[in-house]
T-cell receptor
Framework: KNEVEQSPQNLTAQEGEFITINCSYSVGISALHWLQQHPGGGIVSLFMLSSGKKKHGRLIATINIQEKHSSLHITASHPRDSAVYICAVSSQGNLIFGKGTKLSVKP | GAVVSQHPSRVICKSGTSVKIECRSLDFQATTMFWYRQFPKQSLMLMATSNEGSKATYEQGVEKDKFLINHASLTLSTLTVTSAHPEDSSFYIC???????????FGQGTRLTVV
């Protein structure tokens, strides 16, 4: 079992839909990251969380430390949100990455 | 699946010396390599993007003369931290792209400590 599990693996949505991507982990962490990777490979760091909730524009990230679970929400999704979203946890000085969720938002 | 090997995983060096970090794609040709840095309790930050055979593109605020990136082949990229200082102590990670997919193939990361 992977230490960081994301679901779903693939997600197709219509423009305007509310989207949720989930991340569960099984190790002790100091922080959880949500990353966005666009075609071509470049990665943008969206959030770093150690507790609670963070919001940036249409993106919201939450984390429940007790349940070892985090969610990334996208409100009013847009085709430009199409990308791979990666959950990564900082654990004992290392970064452990989830396999990513490929999101396609159709116009 | 595709494998990217990053070496060394940990390195401690003296202030003023140079350190080279290697990132190898073991079973695919990496046309693009990305180098990231993460300071303690901070998000992962892209440092530079390199394409095989051409000069790296550095992000704003990253000193190109200090962080030398070489991507001379389709399977190897190196990051050299020159004249390292304690403030360069960080976690460095590479990722490789094939140019044909959106998948990310990451190295294991290198924890650099400059004393």
């Amino acid at each position: 079992k992977n230490e960081v599990e994301q679901s779903p693996q693939n997600l197709t949505a219509q423009e305007g839909e509310f989207i949720t991507i989930n991340c569960s982990y099984s190790v002790g962490i100091s922080a959880l990251h949500w990353l966005q990777q666009h075609p071509g490979g470049g990665i943008v760091s969206l959030f770093m969380l150690s507790s609670g909730k963070k919001k940036h524009g249409r993106l919201i990230a939450t984390i429940n430390i007790q349940e070892k679970h985090s969610s990334l929400h996208i409100t009013a999704s847009h085709p430009r949100d199409s990308a791979v979203y990666i959950c990564a946890v900082s654990s004992q000085g290392n970064l452990i990455f989830g396999k990513g969720t490929k999101l396609s938002v159709k116009p | 699946g595709a494998v990217v090997s990053q070496h060394p995983s940990r390195v401690i060096c003296k202030s003023g010396t140079s350190v080279k970090i290697e990132c190898r794609s073991l079973d695919f040709q990496a046309t693009t390599m990305f180098w990231y840095r993460q300071f303690p309790k901070q998000s992962l930050m892209l440092m530079a993007t390199s394409n095989e055979g051409s000069k790296a593109t550095y992000e704003q605020g990253v000193e190109k003369d200090k962080f030398l990136i070489n991507h001379a082949s389709l399977t190897l990229s190196t990051l050299t931290v020159t004249s390292a200082h304690p403030e360069d102590s960080s976690f460095y990670i590479c990722s490789a792209g094939t140019g044909y997919s959106t998948e990310a193939f990451f190295g294991q990361g290198t924890r650099l400590t400059v004393v």
